[in-house]
């Protein structure tokens, strides 16, 4: 038995799948004579391609972003032609009868154990660029994240280092039944793709892939952050009841996406859901949400080849748009930084604290142009359909002058439109709160904005100034504690006295417990995981606004998180025991 993080709850038995970050088990049989010429042929097919990729991503990067940021596309070119580099490739397809994949991974291998005995910063973020490379010519050789589902028996299981956006969506269309992580915390990218798809999920799980390998049988317990390899049959007859327990309460609670979002004394609520793409806005349909309330625009660049331009953005945003219940849309301009980079935006991997660093809008505003042009473009797929259907909401605001500089920023991307026969109306602008500056003076800034969206996953990892990802402090990072709840109450008093509309889209949203005590300080719109919509439905319906405020009268009288979690627990199990399974540590 494994313990890592409990990320997305649930239980689910099946057969492990292992991700590593270049090839799965690269297969190590020597070629036979007559497939080296073809092998050697294969590598520079995908050399060629890569080369070809990379001329064009550095022009392209530079005319939309800069000089600088489109380098580092010059630098893995030069890479790609380092002579050193191709030549053991090829000698060890040659010499060795390695076929290229493996002679890739035994190369990225050596170069990683060179750089580790090294202490310049410089050289050690080479490595970076190395294995950007690789992964792009590896990326030519195979489709490695689509399994031969007939030579598996059973449902996948896929485990990980951690799941870059990338292979999120390469993924996509195969029948995974859960995640595990070696790396990665409760907001991770895996996270977010396992809740969004409505399956158990595990992050943190030391050592895992040293200890699983493809084939094995694998138990996930999403609730509790559990894993077990091979267990003995006793725990897999005992695991398998709760999966089929776990399945049938999911079936059942997909039944209420036509009823209506109320609480069962009529005070009606809107659960929207929070989604990455088109896929994520279609479940959110078919999941009964009565919106989006957060569209996470950084997944369209994480998973873009090279630079979206602003007519390949307003197709997309269009397309989310219309796939989106009522084609009603809360954008989010992009939030990179953290632990979401893209290479052209000259992120220093080292960078200390990234999370409290270089990211979200204040890159934005380091890259005008490239800033403007998604700008413009989430307002032109807004003009096309009704008034206020579509909202723009920005993320990490800290200060009421950049709340300013926005409003500016959105003006210059209006007269820009008109100067091109592009007349756009205004649309409804909000902001994030998830910096605890902006949460003590959420009353100044409710001068310029429209609406508000409280982002909890960043928020209480900053007012308990715990990295959610350090496993050393990610135990502080939590949504019940007393200082995250007084804080919320205070946000959500203020917007309610000066009748602004106030969303929570963090991952609180979609947990029971939480979700009961955020309806008692008086928020009524909520954004979750598309998957979650249901049982939060069926939830609202089984208490009144009366009997939320009492509760959380009691819990704000407590003064540890231990505390609020054994109460909450409690309420739960009487108001709506089945649901305890949604709900995970």
Known sequence: MRRGIAVSPGVAVGTAYVIHEIYVNPDTKELADSEITAELASYEVARDKSASELRALERKVEAQVGHEEGAVFAVHQAILRDAAFTNKIRNWIVEERMNAPAALHRLLGEYTALFARTNDDYLKERLNDVRDVIIRLSSHLSDVLKPDQASIEGPLIVIADELLPSQAVALGDI????????????????????????????????????????????????????????????????????????????????????????????????????????????????????????????YLYLTHRDVPDEEEQFSIYKEIIAASPDHSVTIRTLDIGGDKTVAYLGHDHN???????????????????????????????????????????????????????????????????????????????????????????????????????????????????????????SHLCQPLAPAVLITLKMVIAACNRRSVPITLCGEMAGKPKAFILLLGMGLRKFSMSPAFVPSIKQLAQMISIAETEQILESVMKFKTTAQVNKYMTRQIERIAPKLSILDSD
Request: aromatic share 4%; hydrophobic share 45%; net charge negative.
């Open 175 to 298: 029948d995974v039944h859960a995640i595990v992580t070696q790396a990665g915390s409760q907001t991770s990218h895996a996270a977010i793709i396992a809740r969004s798809r409505g399956i158990p999920a595990v992050s943190g799980v030391k050592n895992i892939l040293r200890k699983v390998k493809t084939g094995d049988t694998i138990v996930v317990d999403g609730r509790h952050g559990v894993v077990e390899i091979n267990p003995k049959i006793e725990s897999l007859t005992a695991f398998r009841k709760l999966e089929r327990e776990f399945v049938d309460l999911k079936d059942q609670l997909a039944s209420n996406r036509e009823l209506s979002a109320e609480t069962a004394d009529n005070v009606p609520l809107q659960l929207e859901a929070n989604i990455n793409g088109v896929s994520d806005a279609e479940a959110a349909h078919n999941m009964g949400a009565s919106g989006v309330g957060l569209y996470r625009t950084e």
């Open 351 to 473: 960078e200390a604290n990234p999370f409290m660093g270089w990211r979200s809008i204040r890159l934005s505003f380091e890259h005008p142009d490239f800033f403007n042009t998604q700008i413009r473009a989430i307002i032109r797929a807004a003009n096309e359909f009704p008034a206020n259907a579509v909202r723009m909401m920005f993320p990490m605001v800290t200060t009421v002058e950049e709340l300013r500089k926005l409003r500016a920023i959105i003006r210059k991307a209006h007269r820009t439109l008109a100067d091109h026969g592009q007349e756009c109306r205004e649309m409804p602008i909000g902001m994030m709160v998830e910096v605890p500056a902006a949460a003590v003076t959420i009353d100044t800034m409710l001068e310029l904005v429209d609406f508000v969206s409280i982002g909890s996953n960043d928020l209480v990892q900053y007012l308990m100034a715990a990295d959610r990802d350090n496993p050393r402090v």
